[in-house]
């Protein structure tokens, strides 16, 4: 079956430094969505990437799909205590279920 | 508005007991929902989803079972716990827009 992988499983950075996490798939990605899940809380989602080669921002978030669509990226510019957390990505398949990848944990220290 | 509840937050129960837990949706009608569990310090993984009132899919066997007795109302259970159902239980509903939205969790521990 399809497998969605991320890495790096962990990344600690100093705060103001530049983070990346990517996801990387099996098969042919759908439609990619990211998720943030705090510490102790539950995944809530960032954004979700349709074309081949699209490249979305959020402040100081940048994603990115793939050209062939196998692959995906988050990148965090210039990181703050608030962005840490797992990051996941998640691939939408049979049109309403998400395949969730391994996750990215993030600690950031001031 | 659109919210999700999910309940209890956290839960301990033995081994062989039953295990019951609900989810809620509200400000919306026939909603795709499902349940998700995430082992500790791992991803999630989709249990079971339902796309209407007595409709249920299963992703993985498993000791577990759901059932959808209400448009908006998508119950987990079990009839005999086992050590290996511990985890953290999310359930989750699909919005048209904005991704998917995950209930607060339940953090099932079994002893």
């Known amino acids: 079956g399809q497998q969605v992988m991320q890495i790096p499983q962990y990344q600690h950075v100093q705060e103001g430094e530049d983070f990346t996490t990517y996801c990387n798939s099996s098969?042919?990605?759908?439609?990619i969505q990211w998720y943030k899940q705090r510490p102790g809380g539950h995944p809530v989602f960032l954004i979700q990437?349709?074309?081949?080669?699209e490249v979305k921002k959020q402040k100081r978030l940048t994603f990115q799909f793939g050209e062939a669509k196998k692959n995906s990226s988050l990148h965090i510019t210039a990181t703050q205590t608030t962005d840490v957390g797992t990051y996941f990505c998640?691939?939408?398949?049979?049109?309403?279920?998400?395949?969730f990848g391994t996750g990215t944990r993030l600690q950031v220290f001031p | 508005s659109q919210t999700i509840h999910q309940w209890p937050a956290t839960l301990v129960q033995p081994v062989g007991s039953p295990l019951s837990l609900e989810c809620t949706v509200e400000g919306t009608s026939n909603p795709n929902l499902y349940w998700y569990r995430q082992a500790a310090g791992r991803g999630l993984q989709l249990l079971f989803y339902?796309?209407?009132?007595?409709?249920i899919s299963s992703e993985v066997p498993q000791n577990l079972s759901a059932s959808r007795p209400q448009d908006r109302q998508f119950i987990l259970s079990s009839k005999k716990l086992l050590l290996s159902d511990s985890g953290f239980y999310l359930c989750?509903?699909?919005?048209?827009?904005?991704?998917?939205?995950f209930g607060s969790g339940t953090r099932l521990t079994v002893v």
């Open positions: 098969t042919t990605l759908s439609n």
């Open positions: 990437l349709v074309k081949s080669g």
């Open positions: 989750a509903w699909k919005t048209l827009l904005s991704g998917y939205t």
């Open positions: 339902s796309v209407g009132i007595g409709q």
């Open positions: 998640a691939d939408v398949y049979n049109t309403d279920k998400l395949i």
